[in-house]
DNA sequence: CTGTTAGCGCCTTCAA
DNA sequence: TTGAAGGCGCTAACAG
């Protein structure tokens, strides 16, 4: 039904063997041939089987990318970032989100095994690390890449944000405006990044001669109330960007305004954070280089192919981005 | 080097037709030689090679999704449904964009093609539908539904909101607040949502005997002075959320505010738009349920794979939610 | 039930 | 340069 190599070599008058070498190009073909192959080529809609060819040269030329979600603006440009750098070299980007389920996650790498990906990045679902898993996936010569939410300590290259900084610049910024009395908004700290983060906060805390009082860390969501409560907080700091969403929305709820009532900074850009009124203070993450360079990472141990050579670690810079809500008034 | 059916089969005592009917379950197999098998696959890490199998069997369980970006919830919304709707199937989901170029969209149909996806779902790039290809695609055996943008009339299946309805929805609810220089945004007309939402605008403000101005539309971006400048609209209506996100900056650099100054209505949710101070009103696709029932319809197509059949073409509703924006006072 | 075997479509030596 | 042939890993008959 669907035409094959075959049928083209039979309307061509030439060999199979002839026509994957028009192709692929691997081996040289008469012009008086190659036309023919092409006419027939064209003429009966011919489209290479991928999968047979795979199945023969055992490299897909595919790419797989995990990310536990694609609502977060985070993530998708991550997403564009990888499959950016995976295209430059004619590679395909196959996306799929874990839900940030460890379960799934653990499901989709199985997956993307058996669719025998070349290689597959990474962004880990909250919970433990598929070390096992990935480590046997190696071995069968998928490599795999970590980005953004790496594992603590293990085999892997890993490219992400350097969080303790991006914590520490995040709540200096409020300190040096003049905000002492500064809450912590984190979210699950079984995320090693969420972890991070808040030492970096509590780092710039210390730093400043501020002690972090232990009510003022609220790991998880915020809970009403929180803000009303003594010890109010005179600004609030978020380590990403839902968890900003959230705090925002309990601040309106609380009648609580930025930077009126309260100062307020968070990592990650809100999506048209400069249209809030007042705009938002954000640490920004680079992270359509992050998804760049992980890419690029994978993509040359791939062709590489050789010894495994250094682990890389990449720790990408974030940036203050200053908006009205940081401002003391 | 990586485990294959054979390994197995030796490794467990048995011939690989064994092997391979515990692993698809096509045919009983006793329990102790289940168990052995088993035993061997585990012990050996063995991951199943999809690649092999889609060749024999000529089916991926796999499907395909296009979309222009990933960025704008909507579409990540889309894809959440598709991709569930899929899942329970046991169907995996493969996200491409088209970054809204039709020569990447003819390629990454082609590429879906040739990886042998059972099934495509497509939100169209703006410009001209690829329906040749769509038609040989459907011809070789590989469904497409279109989704979210769809072709004018072509012979595929398609499920997508009423975007006139959509329109007249939101002008409507101006006109019954009072407004009555309502200036419409939309994006590009090449789009046929675009089109079809601006008729929707345009038949509601005919039906309130009101009539259109042409300098009150705004086909595309917002250019600054636009609002300003004479006949300055009481109310903007916009097409869709990345536009809407466009008119309000303007109405910032403007110095306008909604509703003090001007209404302010668009279809599709900001994110966070409860956020928004004040909050927005908007006309709120289903997008989750588009891509679901798009999936839905896709995998009928495949697993039937019988007559033809009438096509299907479905047409959902969207919905007002009413915010602080619309409010005149 | 279990084992054997013939391809699925393609690429790649290897001879001619 | 061209053509013929083997086999990638697996499934689905079919024969035992």
Known sequence: MMATIRDIAGAAGVAVGTVSNVITGSTPVSEPLRRKVQAAIRRLGYQPNHIARSLKTSRTRT?????????TPHYSKLIRGAETAAREKGYTMVVVTSSDDVARQQDLLSLLWSQRMDGVLLAMAAGPAPLKLIVRMAAAGVRVVCLDRIPGRAPVDSVSVDDVEAGRLGVRHLVEQGYRRIAIVTGPQRLRNERRRLLGAKLALEESGLSL????VWPGNLLTGDLM??????????TNGPTALGALRMLRQCGLRTPDHVGFVTIDELTADDLFYPTITAVVQPAYEIGWRAAEILLRRIEDAGPEGELETVRLDAALRVGDSSQRR
């Open 63 to 71: 790419l797989g990318i995990v990310v536990p979600d694609l609502a």
């Open 213 to 216: 009082e232990e009510g003022l």
């Open 229 to 238: 409560e003594p010890p109010a907080p005179d600004a609030v700091f978020c």
